[in-house]
């Protein structure tokens, strides 16, 4: 069966300016209480803040009944597996074995590379890998083809390898193939957000979270 790598260099693309509307959770803002709405029909669509609440879109109907939209989640970057595959490179070098240190520090500095670019987003209905601070589409899956984006409802089931220090994060969808596809993708996020948002979205996996 065929299986899906995301390492791949087309996601090599410039960084622009941050996308907005998407929520990092390294970064907590308060706004003042207010709603702004637009007629849509025979409802509106409101966008509603809270000091005590995170920005969520509500559509309400005339008749009272409402619908919240889940946030859009991009996990904050996480630097720890790179460098932890920079600091086995060093000891192989160290240790004159420079026919393994040559491949690990590549594969560290192509991890560390796409840390900084490379993001999971969570919207309402799927999860897509996007790049650059400004979340620009990722292109074609090049292992698998199609876009770089699965709905929730088409996972069968994920995990994250290993709890304790998240390396790899697994998953087989039906979007892209109806027997299943896989998925392999390194843990270049903050483990416990993407674990949470995970389970949020995708529901519960046979793994324990992250300590």
Known sequence: ??????????????????????????????????????????????????????????????????????????????????????GIAGGFAYADNLLAAAPVGLLGLLLLFQTTRVRFVFDNEALEVKVGDQLQESGENVFVGGKNRWKYSTFVNWELWWPQFPILVYFKETQTKPEGQIHFFPVIFNGRQLYDVMVERAGPSKTSGPK
């Not at 025979?42 to 946030?71: C, D, M, N």
């Open 1 to 86: 069966m065929a299986t899906s790598l995301s390492l791949s260099s087309h996601l090599f693309l410039a960084a622009p300016a941050r996308a907005r509307g998407v929520i990092s959770h390294g970064v907590a803002s308060a706004g003042t209480s207010r709603s702004t709405a637009n007629v849509l029909g025979k409802g509106y669509l409101g966008r509603v803040h809270g000091p005590e609440q995170q920005p969520r879109t509500a559509i309400v109907s005339v008749f009272g009944r409402k619908s919240t939209a889940r946030e859009t989640v991009a996990p904050d970057p996480d630097y720890r597996l790179p460098i932890a595959i920079l």
